[in-house]
């Protein structure tokens, strides 16, 4: 699966194909949200919660950029 065609899928697809194809790298909290980060293929896909209710917020996919960033700076 590319990006592009990733990114032409609806939420729901979008969510069952995390499930399916994504291989979870690393996830972070803060007091705005909750991220897990997953690869798929050649490219990276964040998937974004509330950080209290727990619901689904928003899924970034991305090759390369800051996004990416946030993850390299927390602790091992």
Do not use: W
Request: hydrophobic share 35%; proline share 1%; with cysteine.
């Amino acid at each position: 699966m590319t990006l592009h065609e990733f990114n032409k899928l609806d939420i729901t697809s979008q969510r069952r194909a995390v499930n399916e194809f994504g291989t979870f790298l690393e996830s972070y909290r803060d007091d705005k949200e909750r991220c897990s980060l997953y690869t798929i293929d050649m490219f990276f896909v964040e998937m974004i919660y509330h950080p209290i209710n727990k619901s689904m917020k928003e899924i970034r996919a991305f090759k390369h950029g800051h996004r990416l960033d946030i993850y390299s700076n927390l602790s091992i």
